[in-house]
């Protein structure tokens, strides 16, 4: 639920995945403006592939979604759309009480991709410290701010780095495109895409489509 810069991001991430569909969204915003936000975009550049919109169906790549304008969790049937995985991405909705209004309407799991607003009220995973909380038995789970997952991975315990003591800083970029520079190991670092690359792919994957695929995976 939500189209805006975090849901097009996820929508670039799975269109191409043969695993998970993108079959609805649902954004209060001109259905047509945002289809436009999504073939061009100001950081990502354009869509890898066809997307156009009409009669309230977002079309790309041979596929379709249903676009729905519902203002509140539970203005939406999941479960007649055939959605089982809701992405809460308004940042509005935060509570338990809420977020149970997607359950109630058809999907199984709901991913919110901000941070709850009573703390500890939904689980919290950030990717790299505490991957053991997801379990097949979570139906809600929070992914947390911005700022906690940019400091996580630096501050993670020993077990989750790739080696332990950490690998040192990396030296100052010497390339003439920094981007060439690789991130040092065992750190998760996001850097701008490089021309019209969609997502910086080798630098970083996005938290909230490696949640999705693992409770894709548990569920």
Not at 83 to 101: A, G, H, M, N
Not at 119 to 127: A, D, K, M, N, Y
Request: aromatic share 6%; glycine share 6%.
């Amino acid at each position: 639920m939500g189209f805006g810069r975090i849901g097009r991001n996820v929508f670039r991430l799975l269109h191409k995945r043969d695993d998970l569909d993108v079959v609805a969204v649902s954004d209060i915003a001109d259905p047509e403006a945002l289809t436009y936000l999504l073939k061009y975009d100001s950081l990502y550049g354009r869509f890898p592939g066809e997307v156009s919109y009409a009669d309230g169906i977002l079309s790309y790549d041979n596929k379709q979604v249903t676009f729905s304008s519902a203002r509140e969790p539970g203005d939406t049937e999941w479960g007649s759309a055939g959605v089982e995985i809701v992405l809460e991405t308004t940042s509005r909705y935060r509570s338990r009480d809420v977020l149970q209004r997607h359950l109630a309407s058809g999907a199984k799991k709901v991913v919110l991709t901000s941070s709850p607003e009573t703390p500890g009220e939904i689980p919290l995973l950030l990717r790299g410290v505490n991957d053991e909380i997801l379990s097949a038995e979570i139906d809600i789970v929070a992914l947390g701010s911005n700022t906690s997952n940019a400091i996580a991975p630096p501050t993670a315990p020993a077990a989750t780095w790739s080696t332990w003591p950490p690998p040192p800083a990396a030296p100052a970029p010497t390339a003439a495109d920094p981007l060439d520079i690789p991130p040092p190991q065992g750190l998760h670092i996001c850097l701008p895409p490089k021309r019209e690359a969609v997502l910086c792919k080798q630098v970083c994957r996005s938290p909230v489509a490696q949640l999705v695929e693992r409770v894709a995976v548990n569920h």
